[in-house]
């Protein structure tokens, strides 16, 4: 099996060395477990597999790694384009690609803008839009911001590359936005409409 191996920093092919299957329809789908072990230079990986077999998605049946601890899913409540622009940023960071993976963050702020109808002309003024609308906090516009000029030195020939720091730093600002916007506040306003129904 082909999988990530975070230890040589590559997709590696791994040996199973054990699996099990698990199902309980409470729980959700028939998930298949394999302890593997990396060809390489051995390191130990868990992966699980969901609706995995005939009839999947490649999606599904693609081995989710469990361990070591593999980056953390994106929230369905996000659009699927959203999700898209961000895992092509987490697939440029998997490949060192840095300063790829900036400009896909940036991508994605300005998707995370035009989802929720702010298209001004510039990012920056979209930001502040957002802001001023209470689509995101003072905090959020600043981190964005200075995301904003680290992307645009990513997306212009400046003689310099974005290090491994930066662009992790704006791909946990990429779904920290994409939490605030389309998972916590959902969660809070619902969260607000049902202390209010209560006696």
Not at 33 to 52: A, D, N
Request: some cysteine; hydrophobic content about 35%; proline content about 6%.
């Amino acid at each position: 099996m082909s999988v990530s191996c975070p230890d040589c920093e590559e997709a590696v092919l791994a040996s199973v060395v054990g699996e099990m299957g698990y199902y309980d329809p409470e729980e959700g789908p028939p998930a298949r477990y394999r302890l593997l072990q990396c060809t390489r230079k051995g390191h130990p990986i868990l992966v699980v597999q969901e609706e995995y077999g005939p009839g999947a998605s490649f999606d599904e049946d693609r081995p989710y790694r469990l361990y070591p601890p593999q980056r953390r899913i994106i929230s369905p409540a996000v659009p699927s384009a959203l999700r898209d622009e961000h895992d092509q940023a987490l697939r440029c960071f998997e490949a060192k690609a840095y300063t790829a993976a900036v400009v896909m963050v940036g991508r994605t702020l300005e998707g995370v803008c035009a989802e929720r109808g702010v298209r001004e002309r510039t990012l920056q003024r979209s930001l502040e839009v957002m802001n001023q609308r209470d689509l995101i906090d003072a905090r959020l516009l600043e981190w964005a911001q200075a995301l904003r000029v680290l992307r645009n030195e990513g997306a212009h020939y400046t003689g310099t590359q974005v290090n491994r720091a930066d662009a992790e730093d704006a791909l946990a600002f990429a779904q920290a936005m994409l939490d605030y916007v389309y998972v916590l506040t959902a969660r809070f306003e619902d969260f607000k409409a049902r202390r209010q129904q209560q006696p």
